[in-house]
């Protein structure tokens, strides 16, 4: 079986729109999300169940919670993934601030939003990754993880959003953190399955 060439390495253009591309598709996701009153797992879980517990704008928590991670990112990912990871992080920060003035839903069941949340966001981390960037925190660790052993990233960040929705369980309402798992598996499936370099190996 011969070994699969390598593909040509991402311009910057190619970079810039895949993760604009990526981005939007996230902000959007946590648009739906947040609209029928659920929750997700990874460090944006965690940023959207801090602010339901406290009232404060997802965007700058989301930031905030994210600041740590960097320096992993850093030492283990290099300068240029921490780069587009953090410029990545700021303008899904500030999306979610200004698409909730442009975008609102009149009739959202949480049913159709965990899906709709689970397929756009994963799209938008498939393309977040494959042009070397991530939202950082746990999609960093997972992808550093993903990288070392061959473990799935997909995996490592179902195993801690499972911890997440315990947490989640105790604070929100039970059919809402249900209808949250089946957004937050259906995403982490997108990943696991799709995000594979001996598929997709272009850098």
């Not at 040509?8 to 029928?36: K, R, S, W």
Request: hydrophobic share 60%; with cysteine.
């Amino acid at each position: 079986m011969t070994e699969p060439q390598k593909s040509p390495a991402h311009t910057f253009l190619d970079d810039t729109q895949g993760i604009l591309f990526g981005v939007t598709m996230c902000a959007f996701g946590v648009i739906i999300l947040t609209a029928a009153g659920l929750v997700t797992g990874q460090t944006a879980g965690m940023a959207v169940l801090i602010a339901y517990m406290t009232g404060w704008a997802f965007g700058p928590v989301f930031f905030v919670i994210n600041l740590p991670f960097y320096l992993l990112a850093l030492r283990r990912m290099g300068l240029r993934f921490t780069i587009k990871t953090f410029v990545t992080v700021g303008v899904l920060s500030l999306m979610s601030l200004v698409l909730p003035q442009v975008v609102a839903f009149d009739q959202l069941h949480p049913a159709a939003a965990a899906v709709l949340f689970g397929c756009v966001t994963g799209a938008g981390l498939l393309a977040l990754f494959r042009h070397g960037a991530s939202l950082g925190g746990v999609g960093i660790m997972a992808l550093y993880l993903q990288d070392r052993t061959g473990f799935r990233a997909g995996w490592a960040q179902m195993i801690f959003d499972a911890l997440l929705f315990m947490v989640a369980a105790l604070v929100m309402d039970l059919r809402a953190v249900a209808w949250s798992l089946l957004g937050a598996v259906l995403l982490n499936l997108v990943i696991a399955v799709n995000h594979r370099r001996d598929r997709y190996i272009a850098t």
